[in-house]
């Protein structure tokens, strides 16, 4: 059998990057990204894999704060909607919550989604129409996965209104602004998720979230169950 495998070392260092990576919020630092390292994130991203090879991402890089301030308001505003959803304890811990860094990041950078790339029919798209929106995730997770073993910060900013960002930032109506990423040097990466460390919520047990073969049956493969388990260990 012909071996495809990375080396040890290369293998733990991309299973690092998949399990430190943070969604940043409040550990940006002022210090620029270097041309360098924003191409390497950049060309990372742009290697994602997408169906049909539709390649239906762009990327907006956001450096004028005036620009930052109105995505902050858009930010603001919608915040003070979702903090209605919540009562109670909760939501005194929601509003204690920094969701955000947009502006104390020196880099935001939005990636977007053209849904008509690629013409009016691209290949294994005809029952799947929103592959092109789960084309331009893995080039998020890919930037974000490079960007954390570059060094750098990353903090989706999730809690705007679409169109609202899409009129701001000048996209064309065909073009839906898919991810608003915070980029930049940080003070740490968290030993976990902040929310898990706040107790807002917990990482859900792998275990729990197995299927075999069909949805309501359980796993029969004992060696597989074993190994997840001691990998957890």
């Known amino acids: 059998m012909t071996d495809h495998c990375f080396s040890d070392e290369q293998r733990a260092g991309l299973y690092r990057a998949i399990h430190e990576r943070r969604d940043v919020r409040s550990q940006f ?16 991203a742009h290697h994602a894999p997408s169906v049909g090879f539709m390649q239906p991402w762009d990327f907006v890089i956001i ?19 979702a903090a209605g959803n919540y ?17 104390d990041s020196p880099i935001n950078l939005c990636i977007t989604c053209d849904r008509q790339r ?13 592959t092109d ?5 893995l080039a998020v997770q890919n930037l974000w996965l490079a960007a954390r073993a570059e060094g750098i910060g990353v903090g989706w900013v999730s809690i705007v209104d679409p169109l609202k960002l899409a009129q701001t930032l000048g996209l064309p109506t065909h073009v839906y602004p898919l ?9 740490e ?22 299927h075999g073969n069909t949805w309501d049956s359980g796993i029969d493969n004992e060696a597989l169950m074993a190994a997840i388990r001691n990998s957890q260990a």
């Open 118 to 130: 690629g013409g009016p029919h691209v290949l294994g798209r005809n029952t799947m129409l929103d």
């Open 179 to 187: 991810a608003y990423l915070c980029l930049g040097h940080v003070s």
């Open 63 to 81: 450096e004028r704060i005036e620009i930052k301030q109105a995505v902050k308001a858009l930010y603001d505003e919608a915040n003070a909607d």
């Open 133 to 137: 929106l789960f084309s331009t995730c």
């Open 29 to 44: 630092l002022p210090d620029p990204i270097s041309p360098d390292v924003l191409a390497r994130l950049l060309k990372a």
């Open 189 to 210: 990466f968290l030993p976990k998720p902040e929310l898990e460390i706040t107790g807002w919520r917990s990482r859900l047990p792998l275990e729990q979230l197995l």
């Open 87 to 103: 009562a109670g304890e909760q939501a005194t811990q929601y509003r204690r919550l920094k969701l955000e860094g947009i502006v």
